[in-house]
């Protein structure tokens, strides 16, 4: 949805639990999906990616699944470290865009370890 | 191999000035993208350059924001005459080709406060 408010999600963990971020999106011609992690004071730095052709698709330590049916895609991070600590984001190309690097970011969960 | 190089890193402006912002891709990379991001909100799209050529500004605002890439040297983000709803993170990115799927790589930001 929009972010229409000065706050973030948030999440908080444990160190070693798992986490999920979830993502929801509203065009369904959508056909990639991108996760960023994004540290204090720095660029956003890609996590993991996937097409609309895939469910479901791991990374060392990540998963990221995609549910078309319902616009949602989550980030599961497995493990989790307090070096997780950042805020996440999706994006996806803009519909109609010139190319795939003109991004539609999300509003971003911010992800706190403990340790 | 280097990254995405941002200079400068902060930008302090009164009201009225001018902020320059410049952006060197990767070495190899011919496709640059800038992004800004308000407090705690995710990155918005401005605009998509090669060298020598404006591809998509769809992004920027009408009046005093310019960019170019020029043949030779870094790409520039030009605001002019600076108000204080200008201040935020400005984030450039690029990519190899057209095709960015994942390849996108970011800077780390250069953030401007307009005094």
């Known amino acids: 949805g929009e972010s229409v408010g000065l706050h973030l999600p948030t999440l908080s963990v444990q160190e070693g639990d798992n986490s999920i971020i979830n993502c929801a999106y509203s065009?369904?011609?959508?056909?990639?999906f991108i996760w960023y992690k994004q540290e204090s004071g720095k660029g956003p730095q890609f996590i993991i990616d996937i097409r609309s052709n895939m469910d479901k698709r791991q990374g060392q330590r990540v998963t990221v699944l995609l549910n078309k049916t319902v616009k949602h895609l989550s980030l599961q991070i497995a493990a989790t470290q307090p070096g997780d600590s950042a805020v996440y984001f999706c994006a996806g190309p803009n519909a109609g865009g010139t190319s795939y690097g003109k991004l539609t970011f999300g509003q971003g969960t911010i992800l706190t370890v403990h340790p | 191999n280097a990254g995405v190089m941002q200079n400068p890193r902060h930008l302090v402006r009164r009201r009225g000035q001018e902020a320059r912002l410049r952006c060197s891709p990767m070495k190899g990379h011919s496709h640059v993208y800038w992004y800004r991001q308000l407090p705690e909100e995710g990155l918005k799209f401005m605009v998509y350059l090669q060298k020598e050529n404006i591809i998509d500004e769809s992004g920027m605002p009408k009046e005093r924001f310019s960019a170019e890439f020029p043949k030779e040297g870094p790409s520039i983000l030009r605001i002019q005459q600076v108000v204080r709803g200008d201040s935020a993170a400005y984030f450039c990115?690029?990519?190899?080709?057209?095709?960015?799927?994942?390849?996108?790589?970011f800077g780390e930001g250069s953030r401007l406060t307009v005094l």
């Open positions: 990115a690029s990519s190899p080709g057209l095709d960015a799927t994942g390849e996108l790589f």
């Open positions: 065009n369904s011609a959508s056909d990639y």
